[in-house]
């Protein structure tokens, strides 16, 4: 009785909860995700003038280094634990 058999619709459920989430996580305004991204056009339309390109690279590029190194510091923690 501990073992419950999931049905193919919880499995589906699971995945869209999944789905809702990343989509929701890529919308964050961190730079290298989506949400930067349209915090970049938000300040363009009030400036009325582009942001320039390697500003803008430069930025995302520091944001996606600092999310990967936040993944492996997590990911490093989480394995020292199991040791």
């Known amino acids: 009785e501990a073992v419950k ?4 619709s919880d499995f589906m459920n699971v995945m869209a909860l999944l789905s809702i989430n990343v989509g929701i ?3 964050l ?3 290298g995700l989506d ?7 938000i ?5 009325r003038k ?6 803008e690279g430069m ?4 944001g996606m280094a600092l999310l990967l190194l936040f993944i492996i510091v997590i990911s490093f923690n989480d394995i020292s634990k199991l040791f």
């Open 50 to 55: 582009p942001v320039k390109p390697q500003v």
């Open 25 to 27: 996580f890529n919308l």
């Open 5 to 8: 058999t999931y049905t193919f």
């Open 35 to 41: 949400g930067a991204r349209l915090i970049f056009l």
């Open 59 to 62: 930025i995302h590029f520091a």
């Open 43 to 47: 300040i363009e339309l009030i400036r």
């Open 29 to 31: 305004p961190i730079p």
